[in-house]
C-alpha cells in the first residue's frame, strides 16, 4: 500500500498570501496524483488531477507540481473561502490511497 | 447539473448488514466507473471499493474485502453498497463517488456525493 504524507498537518496563513503543502508517497505514483478540498460538513471536491491539471471551475490560484514522490499544492492569495482541509490522493496503484490531510486556518 | 444521492445509512448493531444506495443522475451512467469512499468521525478519507463501468470489474480495500460487495444497475442509475459482518470500525460517512474514467482505478474521484452516515453500535 502507498502511504502518503502530507505536511504541514495545519498552516496558518493571513488572507492574500501564498499556502503551499506538500504530499510525499512512498513510493512513485507517477502522476496519479490528485488534490481535494473539504469544508466542514461537506463532501470533498476535486481540485487538481494528474498532479497538475486543475478540475473544471477551479480558480487558476490553485495550482499543482511534482510527479514521482513528492508533489506540491500551492494556493495564492487565499481567499475566505479556501480555508479548509487538502487532501492529497494517489490512483496510481490499488488499494487508491489518500493523505491525513493538511488544514489551512487563518 | 451531476447529482449524486445517497441513502439507506442508519444504525445497525455490530454483526450486521446495511445496503447502501446511490442514484445518480445529470450524466451517461453506464459510461463511468464509480467507487465508494468513507470518512470515520474527524477522520481522514478511505477508499473502499469500486467498479467499472459496466460492473465486470471490482476491487476492494483489505478492510471490507469479503464483507462489503458493490455492484451496479445500469437500467436505474444506481450504484450499491452491500456491507454485511458491521464492525463499530465502520461507523463513517460513506460517500457515492463518480470516477472520471470508465474502467480501472487510474481516475480521480471527480464529483461526490454528500454522504450518507452509519453508525455501528451495541
Known amino acids: 500500500e502507498i502511504v502518503l504524507t502530507q505536511s504541514p498537518a495545519t498552516l496558518s496563513v493571513s488572507p492574500g498570501e501564498t499556502a503551499t503543502l506538500s504530499c510525499r508517497a512512498s513510493q512513485t505514483v507517477s502522476n496519479y496524483l490528485a488534490w481535494y478540498q473539504q469544508k466542514p460538513g461537506q463532501a470533498p471536491r476535486l481540485l487538481i488531477y494528474g498532479a497538475s491539471a486543475r478540475a473544471t471551475g477551479i480558480p487558476a490560484r490553485f495550482s499543482g507540481s511534482g510527479s514521482g514522490t513528492e508533489f506540491t499544492l500551492t494556493i495564492g492569495s487565499l481567499q475566505s473561502a479556501d480555508f479548509a482541509v487538502y487532501y492529497c490522493h494517489q490512483y496510481d496503484s490499488w488499494p487508491l490511497t489518500f493523505g491525513g490531510g493538511a488544514k489551512v486556518e487563518i | 447539473e451531476v447529482q449524486l444521492v445517497e441513502s439507506g445509512g442508519g444504525s445497525v448493531q455490530p454483526g450486521g448488514s446495511l445496503r447502501l444506495s446511490c442514484v445518480v443522475s445529470g450524466i451517461t451512467f453506464s459510461n463511468y466507473a464509480m467507487s465508494w469512499v468513507r470518512q470515520a468521525p474527524g477522520k481522514g478519507l478511505e477508499g473502499l471499493s469500486l467498479?467499472?463501468?459496466?460492473?465486470?470489474?471490482?476491487y476492494y480495500a483489505d478492510s471490507v474485502k469479503g464483507r462489503f460487495t458493490i455492484s451496479r444497475d445500469n437500467t436505474k442509475n444506481t450504484l450499491y453498497l452491500q456491507m454485511n459482518s458491521l464492525r463499530a470500525e465502520d461507523t463513517a460517512l460513506y460517500y457515492c463517488?463518480?470516477?472520471?474514467?470508465?474502467?480501472?482505478?487510474?481516475?480521480?474521484?471527480?464529483?461526490w456525493g454528500r454522504g450518507t452516515m452509519v453508525t455501528v453500535s451495541s
Open positions: 467498479i467499472s463501468y459496466n460492473g465486470d470489474n471490482t
Open positions: 463517488v463518480k470516477m472520471d474514467g470508465s474502467d480501472g482505478y487510474r481516475d480521480a474521484f471527480d464529483i
